[in-house]
Every structure is written in structure tokens, then in C-alpha cells.
């Protein structure tokens, strides 16, 4: 039986844990030589954080694993009662569906060039000041700007000091932002 891709939905935050966990049980009950691969795809990401570099992973699809197995009723039960799996992407009713070729090799060189090139990443904190060096407002009034968050809404705001604000970026508290 030739091993497909599938795709596997589990607790966000628990997906290394889970893949380990699949590794050791199938080494336990002899079905290793079933799962071929088992993967969490991630990239590097260097942020800047206070002025400093810092490198991290990010999950490109938090809560999923890729698993290349043989598809039988152990090895689908073996992965199904694993604790933090609430189970198989795709598929109705038992059997589930594996993912194209396809879309498998594009996932893989996702992973590959996250790996190669580490991709840069910038994060705003609340009441962070923000100095625009480059792009059409960098000589938006010569003046000091800040980004404070409006009172309603989830929107940033620039207040220059003296001016009112002349437009506006939507820049969500928590989001990444890549250059």
C-alpha cells in the first residue's frame, strides 16, 4: 500500500507533543514502518522586539500535523486515540480523505524556504511609538507621531502632536506584520 498525506486536526499549541506522541506509540505497538513522516510545517521568523533580533517559530497551520502513513484501521486508530487529536481532516463518515500530491509538495517547499530564508516580522505593542522612515509619509507634516488605539473599534489611529489625524492604518494588536 503506497503512503499518502493526510492531514490531522489537534489541541492548538499541542502539536509537537502530539506528533512525539504518535512517533513513540507506533514504535510500541510495531506499526513505525507504517508512518513515514510525520511533520509540523514551521518557519523561522526574526522579530524585533525592544531593539533586539530575536528568531522564533511560527506554525503555518496552528492545530494541524501532516502525517504520511499507510492507511489501515490500526494506523487509523492509532492516531485517532491519541490524546489531543480530535481527528482527521476531510473524509466522510471512518475513512478519511488524504490531501493531493500536489498540495503536499507545495507545503513541503513552504517549509523548505522557511527554513532557507528566515522571514522578517514585525509586532506593535499598545501605545508603542512608531517613527515612519520610509514610503509615502515620511514627511507626512514633520511632526512626532504615535499610534494610540481608538476608544470603539479595533483601529489604529497616528495622532500627530498639534495636527488631527489625516488617515489611519488598520493595524490589529496582536497581528504580524512581514517585510
Known sequence: ????????????GFEKKVAASIREQAEQKGLSDHFE????PTEE???????????SERKFFPGYVLIKMDMSDETWHLVKNTA???????????????ISDHEA?????????????????VTF????????CDGPFTSFNGLSRRWTKRR?????QCRSSGVRPLWSWSIHKSRRYST
Open 1 to 12: 500500500m503506497a503512503s499518502r498525506w493526510y492531514v490531522i486536526h489537534v489541541y492548538s
Open 45 to 55: 521568523v526574526v522579530e524585533v522586539k525592544r531593539g533586539a533580533k530575536v528568531s
Open 125 to 132: 505593542e499598545v501605545g508603542e511609538q512608531v517613527r515612519v
Open 105 to 121: 509538495a507545495r507545503i513541503m517547499h513552504q517549509v523548505q524556504e522557511g527554513i532557507e530564508r528566515p522571514k522578517p516580522s
Open 152 to 156: 470603539r473599534g479595533s483601529r489604529w
Open 37 to 40: 513522516e510525520i511533520l509540523v
Open 84 to 98: 489531543k487529536v480530535t481527528g482527521f481532516l476531510g473524509g466522510r463518515g471512518v475513512k478519511p480523505s488524504p
